[in-house]
């Protein structure tokens, strides 16, 4: 969902195409179905962890090319969406 390198991933991972903090106790953690929210989601935790701004809001803008929203078909929904 997220995009995160998997080498850098700091915990266990549980699923082959999910980071640790996307997929745990056997279902992913996001529950909504929002790119924009899991965006926002993502960006905020990021920069509570210290990224600074610019890369966190181009690495949340990158999580539209993830697998998972592709195949949601939530990306194109009609002009192409941008991060804000």
Same mark, same amino acid.
């Given at each position: 969902?997220? *995009?995160?390198? &998997?080498?850098?991933?700091?915990? $266990? !991972?549980?699923?082959?195409?999910?980071? #640790?903090?996307?997929?745990?106790?056997?279902?992913?953690t996001y529950?909504?179905?929002? *790119?924009?929210? &899991?965006?926002?989601?993502?960006? $905020? !935790?990021?920069?509570?962890?210290?990224? #600074?701004?610019?890369?966190?809001?181009?690495?949340?803008?990158?999580?539209?090319?993830a697998p998972?929203?592709?195949?949601?078909?939530?990306?194109?929904?009609?002009?192409?969406?941008?991060?804000?």
């Amino acid at each position: 969902m997220c *995009l995160m390198p &998997f080498s850098q991933d700091p915990g $266990v !991972r549980e699923h082959e195409y999910y980071c #640790s903090y996307c997929y745990k106790n056997g279902e992913l953690t996001y529950k909504g179905d929002d *790119l924009h929210a &899991f965006q926002k989601l993502w960006y $905020v !935790r990021m920069r509570q962890n210290g990224m #600074s701004r610019w890369r966190a809001k181009f690495s949340a803008w990158m999580i539209r090319f993830a697998p998972h929203w592709k195949r949601e078909k939530r990306l194109f929904v009609g002009p192409v969406n941008t991060y804000h």
